[in-house]
């Protein structure tokens, strides 16, 4: 069994002790910092000179400061850069300024557990993972709750790096939902896992190959993209809200039937040999070396799949039904600077 740490587990005295600078102002690095403030921590956001962000930062109240600059005054460090970037970021901002008694969290394990980062001996290397967007732990935090957390120790040269993540956590609203403690190697291995097969990769090839599926049977898209793109959170609601039993249970049982004998046929056994081989690759580190290697070339496979997937006719048709429901706000990369 997995223990579970709530409020009472976390002594908010730990955080509160600390000079925290965060690290990145993008989806963890705006709910950590700003969470972490209104929690009363002492918090410094670290961007570049320039950074388009270092204005949303400081509108939002938080103090702003180059890398390097929160690096030297911090002795508690979240690097909420990019996975990609981290690498190159630590050696170039973080390695040099790093003294006895500084810890250096995380909220990924990918740099330190594939060794694109090994921190010195006398550091605490401590993971506080929220297990949901940034936005959400931010939203969740205002609104009195909070995300699932998981909290992580990699190198303990204090002693006490658990329980300063379990602070750091309590600070940001994670003990108010559930933190679990992991290890780095599980929680990296797992995450890539998660969005390479279902989340984003599984999900993503499903309604593509779904969507053009019934176009190219004559269907028109909107009716396609109510079908493949837009129901799908309603059915992911359920699921959410009471498992697979649940959600067959809330849809008619044509729906049921549908499930229980097309979806294995979706899935196969071809499948599911499939993920082992993606669960091979990611344990191995090979789809991290694969990743540092495309990022270090430009990124040319992320900027072809980016325009591409702009092109698709889901996205197209999507774009144009969104803006007609009244109910949200429709969102594109490009409302996120
Ligand atoms: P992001 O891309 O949203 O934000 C990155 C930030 O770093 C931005 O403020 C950007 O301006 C800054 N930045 C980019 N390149 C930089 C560079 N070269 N030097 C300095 N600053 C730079 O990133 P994110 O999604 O918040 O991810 C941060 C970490 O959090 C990653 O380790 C990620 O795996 C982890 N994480 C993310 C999520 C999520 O939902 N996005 C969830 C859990 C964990
Ligand atoms: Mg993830």
């Known amino acids: 069994m997995t223990t579970m740490y709530y409020e009472a587990d976390a002594d908010p005295s730990l955080i509160a002790r600390r000079r925290v600078a965060v690290m990145g102002f993008g989806s963890q690095g705006h709910?950590?910092?700003?969470?972490?403030?209104?929690?009363?921590?002492?918090?410094?956001?670290?961007?570049?000179?320039g950074s388009p962000r270092v204005q949303a930062a400081s509108d939002a109240g938080l103090k702003v400061v180059n890398p390097e600059t929160a690096a030297e005054w911090a002795d508690l460090i979240m690097v909420l850069v990019p996975d990609q970037v981290q690498k190159g970021f630590y050696h170039d901002v973080i390695a040099q300024r790093l003294s006895v008694g500084d810890a250096l969290f995380?909220?990924?394990?990918?740099?330190?557990?594939?060794?694109?980062?090994?921190?010195?001996?006398?550091?605490?290397v401590?993971?506080?993972?929220?297990?949901?967007?940034?936005?959400?732990?931010?939203?969740q935090y205002v609104e009195g709750s909070g995300v699932p957390t998981l909290v992580a120790v990699n190198?303990?040269?204090?002693?006490?790096?658990?329980?300063?993540?379990?602070?750091?956590?309590?600070?940001?609203?994670g003990t108010r939902a559930g933190v679990i403690e992991t290890t780095f190697k599980d929680e990296t291995?797992?995450?890539?896992?998660?969005?390479?097969?279902?989340?984003?990769?599984?999900?993503?090839?499903?309604?593509?190959?779904?969507?053009?599926?019934?176009?190219?049977?004559?269907?028109?898209?909107?009716?396609?993209?109510?079908?493949?793109?837009?129901?799908?959170?309603?059915?992911?609601?359920?699921?959410?809200?009471?498992?697979?039993?649940?959600?067959?249970?809330?849809v008619s049982d044509t729906a049921e039937y549908g499930d229980i004998t097309r979806g294995p046929r979706i899935v196969t056994a071809e499948t599911k040999a499939e993920m082992g081989r993606i669960l091979a690759e990611i344990q191995s580190g090979e789809f991290a070396r694969e990743w540092m290697a495309e990022y270090e070339a430009g990124s040319p496979k992320l900027t072809a799949a980016r325009a591409a997937i702009a092109e698709h006719p889901v996205e197209a048709?999507?774009?144009?039904?969104?803006?007609?429901?009244?109910?949200?706000?429709a969102k594109t990369p490009k409302d996120d600077v």
């Open 155 to 173: 190198q303990d040269a204090s002693g006490g790096t658990l329980a300063l993540a379990l602070s750091y956590a309590h600070a940001i609203g």
């Open 189 to 250: 291995e797992t995450d890539l896992f998660g969005e390479q097969v279902i989340l984003c990769g599984g999900v993503d090839s499903l309604i593509q190959a779904a969507f053009e599926t019934l176009t190219e049977g004559g269907y028109t898209t909107e009716m396609a993209y109510f079908e493949v793109l837009h129901e799908l959170k309603l059915i992911v609601d359920l699921l959410w809200e009471g498992g697979i039993e649940w959600m067959r249970h809330s």
């Open 31 to 49: 709910a950590h910092a700003l969470n972490l403030k209104d929690s009363g921590v002492d918090v410094i956001v670290g961007l570049r000179d």
């Open 126 to 139: 401590g993971m506080v993972a929220p297990k949901g967007p940034g936005h959400l732990v931010r939203r």
């Open 106 to 124: 995380f909220a990924h394990g990918f740099s330190i557990h594939f060794e694109f980062i090994s921190p010195p001996g006398y550091v605490d």
């Open 317 to 329: 048709t999507g774009r144009a039904l969104r803006e007609m429901m009244t109910f949200m706000v």
